[in-house]
Structures are given as C-alpha cells and as structure tokens.
C-alpha cells in the first residue's frame, strides 16, 4: 500500500497503535487521533498519517526510517475497506457515517446503548416505573 496513489477514493480504517496522542496535519488542519482509537479518512490522508507516525515513532527510538522499518509501523495504521467512492461529497458522507459515534461507552452508532453498556438504563433500577 506504500506505493498507491495518494488521491484515491476509499475510506480507510486508520488506527493510532501508540500509547500517545498522534496529531496529523491535512491540508493546514490538526487531526488529533487518541491512543488507540480508530477513525476513518479518506485514502491518501490515512496514508500520509500512518507514514507521519511511522516515522516519528522510528526518530523517537533513535532509529532511521527506511521503507523497510516504516511498513510494520504502517501496517499497524492502515485498514482497506472493499468499497471505492463514487465523488467526493459521498465520500465525504461516507466517512461522517463511519465515524459517527453514539457512546464512547459501547461503541453504539444507533440512538440506543448496547445491552452491556454501563450506561443502559434497566427497568428494574427505577422500581417497574417507565
């Protein structure tokens, strides 16, 4: 995936595999992607991050990037999702969707929480009421 071209039309799955806040820059703009945490950005851009974060973990542990040390970190970043976009503004959509969040809790994207979420709110905890 190293060598794609940068302005394709796919959402990518980009995955922060660092225990440290990574902030990428697009476009003039800051992402800040928390440790862990997945989002999902258009090709080129989660690209350029995973490259971005590959390389500062590399000079962070005093090492030199090379494409041969820079692919794990890569690899670790980068998820393809199956499907091409057919315009920008639907990618755009497309990417609102995939990010769209509900709880940080449980990960719902719906309007309700999942069953094992802390946040669920069971009948019985009110005495029957509704």
């Known amino acids: 995936m190293l060598e794609k071209e940068v302005f394709s039309k796919k959402a990518v799955a980009f995955t922060n595999p660092t225990d440290e806040v990574f902030v990428g820059v697009w476009d003039k703009e800051e992402y800040k992607i928390k440790p862990n945490q997945t989002i999902y950005l258009p090709e080129g851009m989660a690209v350029k991050f995973a490259k971005d974060l590959a390389i500062k973990e590399l000079n962070k542990n005093g090492q030199l990037p090379s494409k041969f040390r820079i692919k794990p970190i890569f690899e670790k970043c980068i998820t393809d999702e199956d499907e091409e976009i057919e315009n920008e503004t639907k990618l755009e959509v497309e990417i609102e969707n995939k990010n769209r969040k509900f709880c940080d809790e449980c990960d ?15 009948e019985e905890e009110f005495g029957g009421l509704k």
Do not use: A, E
């Open 108 to 122: 719902s994207k719906g309007g309700r929480h999942k069953k094992d979420c802390p946040k669920n709110i069971k």
